[in-house]
């Protein structure tokens, strides 16, 4: 077990260490000790927050902004793990001429380097076991029901219940027994229970036991840290202080808004934009310069704050370790490339319509005030939204108005007036909120950031990745804008549509935005046909070389169900390899009139888009075909009649059947014969030699046998021995005469091989 269990006698010589229950430390509120800008009064008060930067990666950039005067020290107060990130990216400017001599902080040593100042020995969570090991050896007074003996701690051991049979369990099943040796040389074993107590009668160890459970208590209070900086100069000066910290991720949100008639000649939607800001610093946002950056700059944690202990190696005496000499590798410097910044499509602000008669503007920020009255509050549990206008919030209400369709679409489209510029940085786009913004600690806000008009078409898409057909919107960023990657909803004649995610839109991109299923368009697809085509062959350089072309076909049936006209963009996937390409049989059949070719509408890296119009209730095929070109090489000496008869089927099959092809060949395979037959007899004279090698080796083994037998038994196989060389001499010299002939036979071939030229186009 790992939980400290001393007992009661042990806890009590212990009072003194803090309690282990304590409350958690609040997350701080970052303050510095200056005179804020702006502040008339000569006395200090927190140097305040003037502008937040929050971006995509969870960071955002803080600046504090205010004034000196002399030789002054600010101070801001942060959590360990603030810290870490302040100081990786703390910069102090003094405006006029001061200088920033340094910045200081409350160092503390981590917990384990502290224990191991104390002769105890214990780590950060021992247990009860591990206390009395620890202390073994020391003076200590054991007393319970019926015994009470003094001495020194001799052991602790753990037995097992004789109760339970098999392996005890330390959680559940062992017993803990003391033994302690008395002056007197008593030794005692006594079991630990509730109602026994150990008492520490070394004053030296009392002392260090408390020590080792203040260390314990102090370590959880040490979240805070206070970090100053010291700025020295002369009179008053204006000082920036910024940082980052670790922030929410800031979330942006779209409401489309279809402000324009179903009939209109080029319709558009009314786009607005929110972002959902998280205020968890523990410091009120109050009327702050709000900027929301789209882009995630690298961002890391290094604990800076904690000090940092390396381990040292352990080296002997000169003696006993004798260091050879070494060389080392020089480093290769790195040059940081310079990253050009994107050049701004656009510098643009959102102006909107002046909003309509009896129609409140909803700004994102608190404090400010509305055209004839005040700024009511609008606040929820995690929400700080002001609405401005003149209302006399103790009236009751007035029932709502009855809107016509065509009345709503004008008041959507001057719903809301955000007060943002744009700009583009390197690969970051930042919203920035021309007016200051208030968002109270632990709360959020409903922030607007853009609203301008989009071109949009209403089409059906389907994919073959998704076959349930989904109404889309097509639409065109024609404003200079960059639309975050968020979540949007469909908004018309006062109804929800729908909704989806789109992922980030640059000015002039065209993406389609699906957000809802049409019930109405069926699509079935099956393959088509698959064909292989004899484009051409040509020879030349020795090499026959056959191009053809592979077309694969699938076929698409659009149903339209609806009773008004749907306009389809069909995804057809795209084949991976990047010699297939769309063919021109790629055509469109509308219901029973004669098919006609159809380009796509729009290519992307893995799909080609179709745009198919279909009336109401009608049917539509649409064949898309794929082909992949690719040659087919055969050498032309090396050709046998075998493969000719399967080119010339492949030209038959092409309607392209010619007869010069085998005459150009006939010379090439006439020259292969003649090589083949030297070389025929070639082998017919080799395997001949073999053979008579073999007898000749015969004869001389009969000969030296018979080394010792009469004159005319030698006789015999010497003439036979005879016959048998004058062959193989005869035979070696056919062999010379084949030689001459198949390498005149090869270099014949090699000519005609090169000599022949053709070419056949079957089809482009």
């Not at 200081?104 to 206390?131: E, H, V």
């Not at 330390?170 to 026994?196: C, M, W």
């Not at 324009?260 to 000649?265: F, G, I, N, P």
Request: charged share 20%; hydrophobic share 35%; with cysteine.
């Amino acid at each position: 077990m790992r939980n400290l269990r001393l007992t009661v006698a042990a806890l009590a010589l212990c009072s003194s260490a803090v309690s282990l229950a304590q409350t958690p430390t609040p997350l701080p509120r970052p303050r510095a000790t200056a005179e804020p800008i702006g502040h008339e009064s000569s006395s200090t008060s927190a140097l305040p927050i003037t502008r937040v930067a929050l971006y995509k990666n969870g960071v955002g950039y803080f600046e504090h902004a205010g004034h000196v005067t002399g030789d002054q020290s600010v101070t801001i107060d942060f959590t360990s793990a603030q810290l870490n990130d302040v100081l990786q990216s703390l910069t102090a400017i003094d405006l006029n001429g001061g200088r920033i001599s340094g910045a200081g902080y409350n160092s503390t040593t981590p917990l384990d380097q502290q224990l191991k100042t104390l002769a105890l020995g214990l780590d950060a969570n021992p247990s009860d076991i591990d206390f009395y090991t620890a202390i073994r050896g020391s003076r200590v007074q054991v007393t319970g029901p019926g015994v009470s003996i003094s001495g020194r701690l001799l052991s602790i051991d753990l037995r097992g219940d004789p109760k339970k049979s098999g392996e005890p369990d330390p959680g559940t099943d062992t017993r803990r027994f003391l033994t302690v040796v008395s002056e007197s040389g008593q030794v005692k074993t006594l079991e630990i229970t509730p109602a026994v107590s150990v008492i520490l009668l070394d004053t030296a160890l009392h002392t260090d036991v408390t020590r080792y459970l203040e260390l314990l208590a102090s370590n959880r209070s040490q979240g805070l840290r206070h970090l100053t900086l010291l700025d020295r100069g002369t009179g008053p000066r204006n000082l920036r202080v910024s940082y980052i910290s670790e922030v929410p991720v800031w979330k942006s949100t779209y409401r489309i808004l279809f402000t324009d008639a179903k009939q209109a000649t080029d319709p558009t939607v009314t786009l607005q934009g929110w972002s959902v800001v998280d205020n968890t610093t523990g410091e009120d946002w109050l009327n702050v310069h709000l900027d929301l950056i789209a882009g995630a700059p690298q961002s890391f944690i290094q604990p800076l704050s904690i000090p940092y202990y390396a381990r040292r190696p352990e080296i002997g005496l000169p003696s006993e370790a004798q260091l050879a000499p070494q060389t080392h590798e020089s480093g290769e410097s790195i040059t940081a490339q310079q990253i050009e910044s994107l050049p701004l499509d656009g510098r643009s602000v959102a102006k909107m319509a002046q909003m309509a008669p009896g129609v409140a503007a909803l700004h994102g920020y608190t404090g400010g005030r509305g055209v004839g009255g005040g700024a009511g509050s609008m606040r929820g549990e995690n929400t700080s939204v002001e609405v401005m206008g003149a209302m006399d919030m103790a009236a009751p209400p007035p029932p709502p108005p009855v809107v016509a369709p065509e009345e709503y679409q004008r008041l959507a489209g001057e719903s809301i007036l955000p007060q943002t510029t744009t700009n583009a940085f390197d690969d970051f786009f930042e919203y920035t909120l021309t007016d200051p913004i208030t968002i109270r600690k632990n709360e959020s806000a409903l922030v607007p950031i853009l609203q301008t008009k989009l071109p949009v078409e209403r089409v059906t898409l389907w994919s073959a990745s998704e076959p349930v057909a989904l109404r889309a919107l097509w639409v065109t960023n024609s404003s200079k804008l960059t639309l975050d990657r968020g979540s949007f909803s469909i908004v018309e004649d006062g109804n929800f549509g729908g909704e989806g995610l789109l992922d980030p839109i640059h000015p002039g991109e065209k993406r389609l935005l699906s957000y809802a299923a049409d019930q109405a368009v069926h699509v079935d697809n099956e393959p088509g046909e698959s064909q292989r085509h004899l484009r051409s062959i040509v020879i030349a350089k020795g090499v026959l070389t056959q191009h053809f072309r592979d077309i694969v076909e699938r076929v698409y049936t659009v149903r339209n169900a609806a009773p008004e006209t749907r306009t389809v963009i069909l995804e057809h996937n795209r084949n991976n390899t990047a010699t297939w390409n769309l063919n021109p049989n790629t055509s469109l059949a509308v219901g029973s009139e004669p098919a006609q070719p159809i380009k796509p509408e729009e290519t992307t890296p893995s799909a080609y888009r179709f745009r198919v119009v279909i009336p109401a209730g009608a049917t539509v095929h649409l064949k898309v075909a794929e082909s992949h070109a690719y040659p087919s090489n055969i050498q032309v000496g090396s050709i046998n009649d075998a493969q000719i008869k399967a080119v010339v089927k492949e030209m038959g099959n092409a309607a392209g059947n010619d007869p010069a092809l085998v005459q150009k060949l006939q010379p090439v395979i006439d020259a292969q014969r003649a090589v083949a037959d030297i070389q025929a007899k070639k082998t017919a004279i080799d395997q001949h030699l073999n053979a008579l090698g073999n007898e000749e080796k015969r004869q001389r083994d009969n000969i030296t046998a018979l080394k010792d037998a009469d004159k005319l038994s030698q006789k015999r196989f010497v003439d036979e021995l005879g016959k048998i060389e004058d062959q193989i001499l005869d035979l070696q010299k056919q062999q010379t005469a084949l030689d001459t002939q198949l390498e005149a036979a090869r270099a014949d071939l090699a000519n005609k091989v090169q000599a022949v030229q053709y070419t056949l186009t079957l089809e482009p």
